[in-house]
Structures are given as structure tokens and as C-alpha cells.
């Protein structure tokens, strides 16, 4: 049961593949802990409270989205950051971060799940060319009201989603996160909707302007899906205990 460290990262590695992507932080392994790992836990963001959790189940490494040194941010490891580093490094938990890859892997990442969680049984990245892009874009089964595609992801995600436009939808393109900016090259690639995280003032604007429906789901709740997914191949890959934990975050 379980697996070294080295082990678990070159899996990792090898599943999600980093060198493909030019990301806003280091993806993989950020804080080193013990050597053999038979307990992960998942989660989105490497909160306190995450972290937290983590040493109450004992776990020996922790997966997430969103982790830390992010580009431009003080490097220092002092206040808040500073006692996220501690707590692990105490515990000798390690923790394994993994960004842009895990939103654009086309079975286990976050637009993969929030695409199946659409509804929508068959999608590519928006531009095959650059996969490293991570913008999905698949055709629903039936022609539909926005309105019900704004239901339906409400209940399944668990909180209320912001949606603009009264129309019906046939071709869909998405983005979990802070994935608003891409909302052009939804429209320019033809999309009568699309799904994303966050909202800015302007995204209104070219929804309106553009004739392009616009879905705002949450930051948080469209980017669970990923850590679930590689948290369960672990799992099964390593004979791992595994526990998602949902550190809920309302943005």
C-alpha cells in the first residue's frame, strides 16, 4: 500500500505534464515532506483550513489547484505564508500543486469535469493547436434554454451561478476559474454560451454586445473537479487512501 514521494511526482508528472505549459507558479511538488505517502488528501486552494484537515486525517501528502510562489508575489515566507509552510513542514506533509495542467487535462482535469457536468458527451479544446489554452468547447445532445443549463449547474454545483442572456444554446464553451477573458474567443468561435468561474464588469458587456450567453458558476465550485479526479487515479494507481476535502470558498 502507498508509494514514495519520488514515485507519486513522477506519476504526476508524467499524467499531467508541466513542461508543456508556461504557468503562473511552479506545478508539482512545493513543499517537501516524509518520504512514503499512504494518505492524500485534495482539495482546491492550500488554505490553513486545508492544511488543517490534512494533519487531523493524518495524511502524508496533500493535492491541490491552487498552491504557492505565485508570479510577482513577495517570495518571502513570513505571516500567513509562513505559517501554511510551518504547518506542513511540521507535519511532513508534502504538497503537490498543480495549475494549468489540471485544468486542461481532456479526462481528468477541470474543464473535463465541468464539461460532463454540462452535459455535453463530447469536447476538445478550443484551439487544438495550443493545448495549453484552457478553453473547452463541446455541442449539447439537444438544443436547450440558458435558463435550464443555469439550473442545472446551480444544483449540481451547489450555489447559486450568475447567467446573462435569454436564448436557447446548442454549442457550448467554457473555462473553470477565473476564466472571464476568454469570452472573444467563445464568441469568435462560434459558442451561443459561455461558462466560466468569475464575472467582471466588461464581461456583461460583450455578452450583450457580442449576442454570446455568459455563465459566472464560482471561482471555487468549477474547480473542484480536478483534484477529485487525479485524487481517485492515485487512489487506484497507488493503493492510496484518498479524502477530498471541500474547504468552501463563496467567489
Same mark, same amino acid.
Given at each position: ?14 499524467? +499531467? ?5 508556461? @504557468? ?36 502524508? #501528502? ?7 510562489? $505565485? ?16 504547518? +506542513? ?22 474543464? #473535463? ?13 478550443? #484551439? ?24 442545472? +449547474? ?11 442572456? @435569454? ?23 462560434? #459558442? @451561443? ?39 481517485? $487515479? +492515485? ?17
Amino acid at each position: 500500500m502507498g508509494t514514495s514521494r519520488q514515485k507519486m511526482h513522477e506519476a504526476l508528472d508524467t499524467l +499531467l505534464e508541466p513542461r508543456r505549459f508556461q @504557468d503562473y507558479a511552479p506545478n508539482g511538488l512545493q513543499v517537501e515532506g516524509r518520504e512514503q505517502i499512504d494518505i492524500v488528501v485534495s482539495g482546491v486552494t492550500a488554505s490553513q483550513a486545508l492544511i488543517n484537515a490534512a494533519v487531523e486525517i493524518e495524511a502524508d #501528502a496533500i493535492l491541490v489547484h491552487h498552491g504557492y510562489f $505565485w508570479r510577482s508575489e513577495d517570495p518571502c515566507l513570513v505571516g500567513m505564508k509562513g505559517r501554511r509552510v510551518r504547518t +506542513l513542514m511540521a507535519a511532513g506533509i508534502n504538497l503537490f500543486a498543480y495549475h494549468l495542467p489540471l485544468d486542461c487535462h481532456i479526462d481528468l482535469g477541470n474543464n #473535463a469535469g465541468l464539461g460532463r457536468a454540462l452535459g455535453i458527451p463530447q469536447f476538445g479544446p478550443l #484551439a487544438p493547436q495550443d493545448p495549453t489554452l484552457p478553453v473547452f468547447v463541446g455541442d449539447l445532445p439537444d438544443v436547450m434554454p440558458l435558463t435550464t443549463i443555469a439550473d442545472r +449547474l446551480s444544483k449540481l454545483l451547489g450555489r447559486p451561478v450568475l447567467s446573462e442572456g @435569454d436564448r436557447t444554446v446548442s454549442r457550448v464553451a467554457w473555462c473553470t476559474g477565473g476564466g472571464q477573458g476568454y469570452i472573444d474567443q467563445a464568441a469568435d468561435a462560434g #459558442a @451561443d454560451l459561455f461558462v466560466t468561474g468569475e464575472v467582471s464588469e466588461q464581461t456583461i458587456h460583450i455578452a450583450r454586445e457580442r449576442d454570446i450567453g455568459f455563465i459566472a458558476a464560482g471561482h471555487h465550485a468549477t474547480e473542484r473537479f480536478g483534484v477529485q479526479s487525479v485524487g481517485a $487515479w +492515485l487512489s487506484r494507481e497507488f493503493d492510496l487512501e484518498h479524502h477530498f476535502v471541500d474547504d468552501d470558498n463563496p467567489a
